[in-house]
């Protein structure tokens, strides 16, 4: 069965610092990923998907960048934090050819002080 | 680009009671209507989802309606129990593949 992994769990990292999210899945090939950011108490906000690797779709301007290095794993980066961006950062595949859903990874709960 | 309207943003409900939660969308090319269950500090749980050549779609205590002339939705939980309480979440997107676009989400208290 399908896995997804995301890490660290937690995370406080001071303004002006860099950051870099994992995700990665397991049991399933070729996955289409992305990343959501929740704000305290908020919906779910699409940040990035990628349907391929090198292949990286953005849907919000900011100072946060997402790559996809290998087929089964993404990263979330950015160079220098803004205290707005503090939240919880969750990571979700779905597979084409089986089917519409999308499942969330655990999540990272990052904030910024 | 797609737009998910949600409402209400809060609903307390006795157990045994039914929730209903509505959903608008604005994009007619959506064609994929899921909804999650986020209980507090989890991840968001796929509960229910709905596609456009459906009308409803049941599964024990819940269910989901589509309208695609009117472009809502909505999530029906019947018989509701404490553990029901938590934030549910609509989204909408164009099938697969493709991105989910939330609504700002419900959150359901049920009191026993």
């Known amino acids: 069965s399908q896995t997804i992994h995301q890490w660290p769990a937690t995370l406080v990292q001071p303004v002006g610092s860099p950051l870099s999210l994992e995700c990665t899945v397991e049991g399933t090939s070729n996955p289409n990923l992305y990343w959501y950011r929740q704000a305290a108490g908020r919906g779910l906000q699409l940040l990035f998907y990628s349907v391929g690797i090198g292949q990286i779709s953005s849907e919000v301007p900011q100072n946060l960048s997402a790559s996809r290095p290998q087929d089964r794993q993404f990263i979330l980066s950015s160079k220098k934090l803004l205290l707005s961006d503090s939240g919880f950062y969750l990571c979700a595949w779905s597979v084409l050819g089986q089917g519409y859903e999308q499942y969330f990874g655990p999540g990272t709960r990052l904030t910024v002080t | 680009g797609e737009n998910v309207e949600q409402h209400p943003s809060t609903l307390s409900v006795q157990e045994g009671d039914s929730a209903v939660i509505k959903c608008t969308y604005s994009?007619?090319?959506?064609?994929?209507f899921p909804w999650y269950k986020q209980e507090l500090g989890k991840r968001p749980q796929l509960i229910i989802d709905?596609?456009?050549?459906?009308g409803e779609k049941k599964d024990q205590r819940i269910a989901v309606t589509l309208n695609k002339t009117a472009k809502h939705f909505s999530l029906h939980i019947t018989e509701t129990q404490p553990e029901d309480s938590a934030v549910y979440f609509c989204a909408a997107s164009k099938g697969a593949g493709t991105a989910l676009i939330f609504g700002k989400g419900t959150t359901l208290s049920v009191s026993s």
């Open positions: 994009d007619s090319a959506s064609n994929y």
């Open positions: 709905i596609r456009s050549n459906v």
